[in-house]
């Protein structure tokens, strides 16, 4: 069983639509993140959510909103797509923040805004 | 926020040769975990390092982190085509509420 997994895969969309990209974890993690990996590797948090607290990246655009439905589930939603927002997005969870908890990636949604 | 430069940025070596990645903080390390990407893959956690000195070793992959906690070393012994990928070191804030990424390294193996 895959431990977290996220759809789509690939995602290619035009400027200006909304899309959303899906993860689920089947770990029993009180923790999920959002990552934004760029075109030079660069890997950057997002997100980071428990069923208490979302922490926001202070750069990340108020047109990424994640959303939870419940504690295995981590959505994230992009509104207005911009040519910027290609990149690969992962999700990961953790059972708790910080030390000593690593954290469980999923396998990557590689966006393509044309 | 925190910055962790990886060095060397990419390294190509033959099968059977060790190999070291460096990660340098510019504060110090309440933790450093090390990753590893395969291309087009997600990422694979390898080990987490905590106290100053401390050192894990994972089959032929061990990992340092120095006594001042602000750098850590990856080091490959007999490299394998298996080990190619994208090495990343990682750290949390203290609160734990951030969590930093290096510049990552390339590795490819020549068989």
């Known amino acids: 069983d895959t431990a977290v997994s996220q759809t789509p895969k690939y995602l290619v969309t035009q400027m200006g639509n909304d899309k959303s990209i899906k993860c689920e974890q089947n770990l029993g993690h009180d923790t999920m993140y959002w990552y934004k990996q760029d075109s030079k590797k660069f890997l950057k948090i997002m997100f980071s959510y428990n069923n208490k607290e979302l922490i926001i990246n202070e750069t990340v655009p108020n047109r990424f909103s994640p959303k939870s439905p419940d504690k295995a589930h981590l959505n994230l939603h992009i509104n207005s797509l911009e040519l910027g927002d290609s990149a690969v997005y992962f999700c990961?969870?953790?059972?708790?923040?910080?030390?000593?908890?690593?954290?469980?990636f999923g396998p990557g949604t590689r966006l393509t805004v044309t | 926020s925190q910055e962790l430069e990886q060095s060397p940025q990419s390294l190509i070596v033959q099968e059977g040769k060790n190999l070291t990645i460096n990660c340098t903080s510019s504060k110090t390390l309440y933790g450093l975990y090390w990753y590893k990407q395969k291309y087009g893959e997600g990422l694979i956690f390898l080990m987490m390092l905590q106290k100053g000195g401390e050192e894990k070793s994972h089959e032929k992959i061990t990992a340092k982190l120095d006594e001042k906690k602000q750098q850590s070393s990856l080091h490959i012994t007999a490299s394998q085509p298996s080990h190619a990928g994208i090495y990343l070191c990682g750290a949390p804030s203290l609160n734990g509420n951030q969590f930093y990424f290096g510049t990552g390294t390339s590795l490819t193996v020549i068989p």
């Open positions: 990961a969870s953790s059972q708790a923040r910080g030390i000593p908890y690593e954290q469980y």
